[in-house]
């Protein structure tokens, strides 16, 4: 098995998205926890994942949201974020808080309200022009709750049109990721309720469109890593929203729920070649925490994605292939399994403080004195992460 110093350089080129949503009060249908501190406009969204940034070195760039994140001057945003050392990042629509998308947006049956949608998604192009964004992520809400309600497969129809008017307005260096969801809010059927049909959707778009993987929106038990493998392979997987779920799309830290299912996911994205700068894998979260203190945990998902990704170096890569080639069930998976137990957490630590990083970025957090300053700060501050 190779040695934390043989992967060790690998680990630079991790570069992990954080949302701005994450760090405003965000919660469940059920209850809102407000907490002290949170951020009172983007600005100070974008200095709290900064700070992330600067305890960690994972998380360069920061996914806004529209109309979440919209501000007058997207030019003094992007610089506001840029002297705190992070870059903004995808630019992600939102057509699922407006009472006139209650029965669809770009798949709805007025082509009035269709095209509401698609303006929605230029306004976000044009944003995307002053940000520097990349990436223009499209997660739809659309779907029905009682059958018969719509005509399934003119959603479809409607929604390839749809695509295709957005995708046409995107600059040549820009791209679509579409994400998918098998459930919630519709209960009956989602019009992009899958890896497949979101494919289906993207490889019709062109060269620039992408499927966008969230870790929560599977039916349980589904084997995530096959889809990772799979998309890999067609040259299409844009784009993770990572976050752990116990039974639907609860958007929980990363790798809390099942470190396993995290470690052989990015084993995949390292085997297809989804892994690194250049790969155009962008590796982002997408969570919204409820309970806990919101920038500790930004750094304890980034940590949790960092330690797994380098479990997933650390597979012998040639000793799996020979076992797999020689039909050595059991050697193949104790190749795999010898790099899953590795505790990296002690190598990581001191590789960091080789790199001017805590050690602990956790400890380093406590001790810092932000948690505290922003808590004295932002009096009457409630800037909802999740929400209007
Ligand atoms: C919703 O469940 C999806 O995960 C979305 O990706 C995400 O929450 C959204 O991007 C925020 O607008
Ligand atoms: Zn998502
Ligand atoms: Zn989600």
């Keep these: 098995m190779p040695s934390f110093g043989d992967i060790a350089p690998r680990l630079t080129e991790q570069a992990i998205e954080l949302p701005s949503w994450a760090f405003g009060n965000s919660g469940t249908r059920f209850k809102v926890f407000g907490q002290a501190g949170v951020p009172r406009d983007p600005f100070e969204k974008i200095a709290d ?22 501000v007058d001057d997207y030019a003094a945003l992007r610089s506001h974020a840029e002297s705190l050392g992070v870059g903004l990042g995808t630019i992600n629509s939102n057509t699922f808080q407006d009472d006139d998308y209650k029965l669809g947006s770009v798949t709805h049956a007025d082509p009035k309200v269709r095209q ?74 989602t019009d992009v309720p899958d890896w497949g049909t979101s494919y289906a959707h993207v490889a019709a778009l062109g060269d620039r469109a992408f499927v966008c993987l969230d870790t929560g929106h599977h039916a349980p038990g589904t084997n995530i890593e096959f889809i990772v493998a799979q998309l890999l392979r067609l040259g299409k997987l844009g784009s993770f929203d990572f976050n752990s779920r116990f039974y639907a799309d609860d958007d929980l830290i990363v790798g809390a729920a099942d470190p396993f299912q995290l470690f052989r996911i990015i084993l995949e994205v390292v085997r297809g070649g989804g892994y690194g700068a250049d790969s155009g894998v962008a590796f982002m979260l997408d969570q919204c925490h409820n309970i806990e203190k919101k920038i500790p ?50 190598a990581l630590a001191e590789w960091r403080e080789s790199r001017g990083l805590p050690a602990n ?9 932000y948690q505290e300053k922003i808590e004295a700060d932002r009096v009457g501050g409630d800037q909802a992460g999740w929400g209007a």
């Design 49 to 70: 994942a900064a700070k992330v940034h600067e305890l960690t070195g994972l998380a360069p760039t920061v996914a806004l949201h529209i109309p979440w994140d919209k």
């Design 116 to 189: 509401k949608a698609i303006d929605h998604h230029f306004e976000c192009i044009d944003i995307m022009g002053e940000t520097g964004s990349r990436d223009l992520k499209i997660w739809l809400a659309d779907g029905t709750n009682y059958p018969g309600q719509d005509d399934i497969r003119a959603r479809q129809d409607r929604l390839a049109d749809s695509l295709a008017k957005i995708y046409e307005r995107i600059g040549e260096h820009q791209r679509l990721v579409l994400e998918y969801k098998f459930f919630e809010p519709a209960f009956y059927h």
């Design 361 to 369: 970025p956790l400890r380093a957090y406590a001790e810092s004195g």
């Design 297 to 346: 945990g930004q750094i304890r998902s980034v940590l949790n994605v960092q330690e797994m990704t380098a479990r997933a170096l650390l597979v012998d890569r040639d000793a799996l292939t020979a076992a797999q080639n020689a039909g050595d069930v059991l050697g193949a998976n104790e190749v795999l399994m010898d790099a899953f137990y590795t505790d990296v957490r002690p």
